[in-house]
């Protein structure tokens, strides 16, 4: 049987490490059985993979990628909060693609995509989800996409 983890290494990302920053706020938290994970952005351990906004020094599948990167950060806090068992998903409920973009760019919804394909790859039908993608002027160190979520957890 396929495990999550391996279905997320299929995808060709590099599974995050990443050190919790000094914020006055979690990454994550979790309250009974429902994780809020806090807005992650396309970071590589300590590098930010892509800064810029969409439509004008990003592309649209950069962004789509860049969403995917959110997202796999996402899946490593929210592995964290599960002492490493994905396993113990029941359901992803909600996430919120923030992007960065141009006046007058209008394809949210395709950036969005890179997220919400990702989770369904590795999550499956536990991946499926809510979701709203919006523009925004711009974004914490100039990133073009950040993406929080709420996931039910056993």
């Known amino acids: 049987m396929t495990s999550f983890r391996d279905r997320f290494e299929q995808t060709g990302l590099t599974w995050p490490e990443i050190a ?9 938290i ?5 994780v809020y994970i806090s807005g992650q952005i ?6 930010i993979a892509y800064t810029g ?16 990167m959110c997202v796999a950060n996402i899946l490593f806090w929210l592995s964290r909060e599960l002492d490493g068992d994905l396993s113990r998903v029941v359901q ?3 996430i919120t693609v923030y992007v960065n973009a141009v006046a007058g ?13 990702l989770l369904l790859k590795v999550l ?3 991946g499926r989800h809510a979701r709203a993608a919006i523009g925004m002027a711009g974004l914490p160190l100039n990133v073009p996409v950040e ?8």
């Open 147 to 154: 993406v929080d979520a709420i996931i039910h957890v056993r």
């Open 105 to 117: 760019f209008s394809d949210y919804s395709t950036v969005g995509n890179g997220a919400s394909e």
């Open 42 to 47: 396309p970071e590589a351990g300590e590098d």
């Open 20 to 28: 919790p920053a000094d914020f006055p706020f979690a990454p994550s």
């Open 30 to 34: 979790r309250v009974d059985n429902v």
């Open 53 to 68: 906004k969409v439509g004008e020094t990003i592309s649209l599948e950069e962004a789509k990628q860049a969403a995917a």
């Open 124 to 126: 499956g039908d536990r």
């Open 92 to 94: 992803v409920a909600r």
